[in-house]
């Protein structure tokens, strides 16, 4: 059986997808983008507030629609560091989602904060994993992006 890899991620601004893409470029993996049903605010303020209180709640929103990942056997795992932890659509992804048996593979992009929780709170949604460690990059990273994901991927022992 060949070994397939997914990389899952929620972004809200962009700097999340363009994480992925390069972590997908350069493992050849799938690419999901977890939407909700309904999308957050665009104007920061009502953003920053709506995801506040959600997390507070542990409320989980319902998404538009998700893939199986039963096909993969690594799952790279990516949220803006929200509030310290992953954002509430990846919370539902992994709530519904079985991830026993994979390894999975946190990142996340932040505005100063870095990883914080957001590793340890993925780890907790997937007790029955082997969970790597992972990546965290301020804003998208510009140009310095591409080189520290490929670093990071090397230290981890992902061939390329
Ligand atoms: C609701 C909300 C909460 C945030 N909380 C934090 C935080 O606690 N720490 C931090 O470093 N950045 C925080 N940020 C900044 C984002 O993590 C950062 O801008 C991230 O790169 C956005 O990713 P995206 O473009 O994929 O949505 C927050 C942003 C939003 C919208």
């Known amino acids: 059986m060949s070994k397939k890899s997914l990389v899952v991620y929620y972004t809200h601004s962009g700097n999340t997808k363009k994480i992925a893409e390069l972590i997908a470029e350069k493992t050849g993996s799938t690419l999901f983008a977890i939407e909700p049903e309904k999308a957050y605010p665009t104007a920061y303020q009502a953003v920053v507030e709506q995801a506040k209180q959600e997390i507070r709640a542990g409320y989980r929103p319902a998404l538009n629609s998700t893939i199986d990942v039963g096909d993969y056997n690594m799952v790279f795992v990516g949220s803006p560091n929200w509030w310290s932890t992953i954002a509430p659509p990846v919370a539902s992804f992994l709530d519904e989602a079985d991830f026993a048996g994979k390894t999975v593979v946190p990142f996340c992009t932040h505005g100063g904060g870095g990883m914080a ?44």
């Open 117 to 160: 929780n957001v590793a340890r709170d993925i780890a907790q949604l997937c007790p029955d994993s082997e969970v790597l460690n992972g990546f965290e990059i301020y804003g998208n990273g510009s140009a310095r992006a591409r080189g520290e994901v490929g670093a990071w991927l090397e230290r981890i022992g992902i061939k390329l």
